[in-house]
């Protein structure tokens, strides 16, 4: 069965920066995109970025161009977020996401979600 | 990045059928068919329930449905039960990038 698992909480410094990672199993992880979305506590969902495992192509929401690098390593079947230049804004609960397509035929939406890992930012 | 518009909130009795609106623009809801709808209870990670504007993906009740009509999505659900109540997001595609919903909490009186 398809499973996405994410790595723990953390609490990080406005300034610093934090590495969200998703482990994927039950299907081949390079055939179909990992997305990334975000909530902020009591707020509504919002797009991050997505990567292309297999290629390591990316496509980030224009309000974190300059600020988020998606990475992938297909040896471990392993999604990576990073995020820099923190703020209290940032403190959300991430989760990646599976496309609902294989490549070459993305449906811009995910049928498959990881359990979502809490970054806090605060001094 | 500006959100797609959702009422706040939509309530109604058990059996009663809602439909939740979802307004974008002619660069998104209104021009292509990938539109999608997510479930969330408290606590829980999204779930999908519709996708390329009215398909239901496997398990999912066929008392959800989804419609387009220019630039407006609307999920409807029917015969609504109580384990229905939760927050619910719309998402299209917009130039390259997915774009959310301002999302909707559904009550059951």
């Known amino acids: 069965q398809v499973q996405l698992v994410q790595s723990g909480a953390e609490v990080k410094k406005p300034g610093a920066s934090v590495k969200v990672s998703c482990k994927a199993s039950?299907?081949?992880?390079?055939?179909?995109?990992i997305h990334w979305v975000r909530q902020a506590p009591g707020q509504g969902l919002e797009w991050v970025g997505r990567?292309?495992?297999?290629?390591?192509?990316?496509n980030y929401a224009q309000k974190f161009q300059g600020r988020v690098t998606m990475t992938r390593d297909t040896s471990i079947s392993s999604a990576s977020m990073e995020l820099t230049r923190l703020t209290s804004d940032d403190t959300a609960v991430y989760y990646c996401?599976?496309?609902?397509?294989?490549?070459?035929?993305?449906?811009?939406?995910?049928?498959?979600w990881g359990q979502g890992t809490l970054v806090t930012v605060s001094s | 990045q500006s959100a797609l518009t959702q009422p706040a909130s939509v309530s109604g009795s058990p059996g009663q059928s809602i439909t939740i609106s979802c307004t974008g623009a002619?660069?998104?809801?209104?021009?292509?068919?990938?539109v999608s709808w997510y479930q969330q209870h408290p606590g829980k990670a999204p779930k999908l329930m519709i996708y390329?504007?009215?398909k239901r993906p496997s398990g999912v009740s066929n008392r959800f449905s989804g419609s387009k009509s220019g630039n407006t999505a609307s999920l409807t659900i029917s015969g609504l039960q109580a384990q229905d109540e939760a927050d619910y997001y719309c998402?299209?595609?917009?130039?390259?990038?997915?774009?959310f919903g301002t999302g909707t909490k559904v009550t059951v009186l």
């Open positions: 390329d504007v009215s």
């Open positions: 990567i292309n495992p297999n290629s390591g192509g990316t």
């Open positions: 039950g299907y081949t992880f390079t055939g179909y995109y």
């Open positions: 998402s299209s595609y917009r130039s390259s990038e997915a774009v």
């Open positions: 002619s660069s998104d809801v209104g021009g292509y068919y990938y």
């Open positions: 996401s599976r496309d609902g397509g294989r490549i070459g035929n993305s449906g811009w939406y995910t049928d498959y």
